[in-house]
């Protein structure tokens, strides 16, 4: 039993590393200016066009500000209205997962049960093991499958914009969730590949 609850333990904070590196990927402006300039969108709109843009839908997204409707057409509107929703459960998630793993590892401690070395292990076992899963699929179906399946599992019907007269596809084409995503991926693994090099450490020192 104690080992069952150490892997969902580890599950558990396996998730919060994802969703902690995701909420921060999405919120670091920076991250947008590049890719803007890896794509060229600054030959569409003006820099300071784009990212204003950009910033009222992290704004958005944190209840800080409404959406331009200058820029963003209704059905885009109700498409980032569902991302807020979908990113407000993630976080509830993120916070729900990371209390459990807290309590879990303030619990040990004070009980002196030297559980970390096997945390650590499994949650970066765990995680390569979920993206290896997911690479699978992508190598045999592609990153358009998947992102269209991650839509409509998700999201209602209102994500399919027309490219002649959406500035949301102008300014994130689909080139660009690509990257995010494996941008994400490659740091969540780093981080993964790190909690299994720690959990070696403490386990030889016996920590």
Do not use: C, W
Request: charged share 20%; net charge neutral.
């Amino acid at each position: 039993m104690h080992k069952l609850t150490n892997k969902f333990v580890s599950l558990f904070l396996s998730i919060v590393i994802l969703l902690s590196i995701t909420f921060f990927m999405i919120h670091n402006i920076n991250y947008y200016d590049k890719k803007y300039q890896q794509y060229k969108v600054y030959d569409i709109f003006e820099q300071d066009v784009a990212l204003n843009a950009t910033k009222s839908i992290l704004g958005f997204f944190e209840s800080d500000n409404e959406l331009d409707s200058n820029f963003f057409k209704p059905d885009e509107v109700s498409h980032l209205q569902d991302v807020k929703d979908f990113l407000n459960i993630l976080r509830l998630i993120l916070i729900v997962f990371l209390i459990i793993v807290l309590f879990f590892l303030v619990f040990n401690f004070i009980q002196g049960n030297k559980i970390f070395d096997k945390l650590f292990f499994y949650t970066g076992t765990i995680t390569i093991s979920i993206f290896l899963f997911f690479g699978l699929i992508y190598f045999l179906l592609g990153f358009d499958f998947l992102f269209e399946a991650f839509h409509k599992i998700f999201f209602v019907e209102n994500y399919a914009f027309d490219p002649r007269f959406s500035n949301m596809i102008l300014l994130f084409p689909n080139k660009f969730f690509q990257d995010f995503m494996f941008d994400i991926i490659i740091r969540t693994n780093i981080s993964a590949i790190l909690m299994i090099v720690v959990g070696k450490i403490i386990k030889k020192k016996n920590i």
